[in-house]
């Protein structure tokens, strides 16, 4: 029975990221933010979101951010990149989606629905590797239908997608918390909105 709950909900959320781009904006940002905190609640997944832990997670996050960013931030010296987030079509409007739609649609969602509700019901029903594993290759179908919006190649997407799944739920489970793949996620998505954003004006 675990084992069958916690594919079920590897393939619900793999089902919601085909559903959900349809849907407007701000139903959409609130309904995986509160999702995903509805899914903590149900799986009982612990966040590490009190000390000691918090600290030892902000500091790994912090850590793997700040790298993060610095390598995105130097891939912005490749040409074909440049050109990439130069003609890339950005969310509107920026504010909102720097300030809303990526800490909160994205980030929390994510990192409560995979790092912390799935992955607990997949250690509980395959070990820990497999619920690493199980929320992983999870995470990567579920940008499936991102990768056909914007024109990306969907084999290259959902496998890099799922190995920076599988290595967020290692920081999850290294630090004890999950303020470390959520500060990790943010400084990856953050940094590639301002790299593209900046790109686009240089180009203007």
């Not at 649609?105 to 395959?126: D, H, I, K, N, Q």
């Amino acid at each position: 029975m675990r084992r069958f709950r916690a594919l079920l909900l590897a393939a619900g959320l793999v089902g919601w990221s085909c559903v959900s781009p349809r849907l407007p904006i701000p139903w959409r940002v609130t309904l995986q933010a509160g999702a995903g905190g509805l899914l903590v609640l149900m799986t009982r997944a612990p966040l590490g979101l009190c000390p000691p832990r918090l600290w030892a997670g902000l500091r790994l996050g912090s850590a793997a951010g700040l790298a993060a960013a610095s390598a995105i931030a130097t891939t912005t010296l490749v040409p074909p990149v440049r050109l990439s987030m130069a003609v890339r079509e950005l969310p509107a409007p920026v504010p909102g989606w720097l300030l809303l739609r990526i800490p909160v649609g994205t980030v929390w969602a994510e990192e409560s629905a995979f790092r912390a509700a799935l992955a607990t019901a997949g250690s509980g029903a395959f070990g820990k590797a497999g619920g690493r594993s199980l929320q992983a290759a999870a995470f990567g179908l579920s940008h499936i239908a991102d990768a056909r919006a914007t024109g990306e190649p969907v084999v290259a997407t959902v496998l890099a997608t799922g190995i920076g799944g599988w290595l967020f739920a290692w920081l999850a489970d290294r630090s004890g918390s999950l303020a470390a793949p959520m500060l990790t996620h943010l400084a990856i998505n953050e940094a590639g909105a301002i790299a593209a954003l900046a790109m686009q004006r240089r180009s203007a």
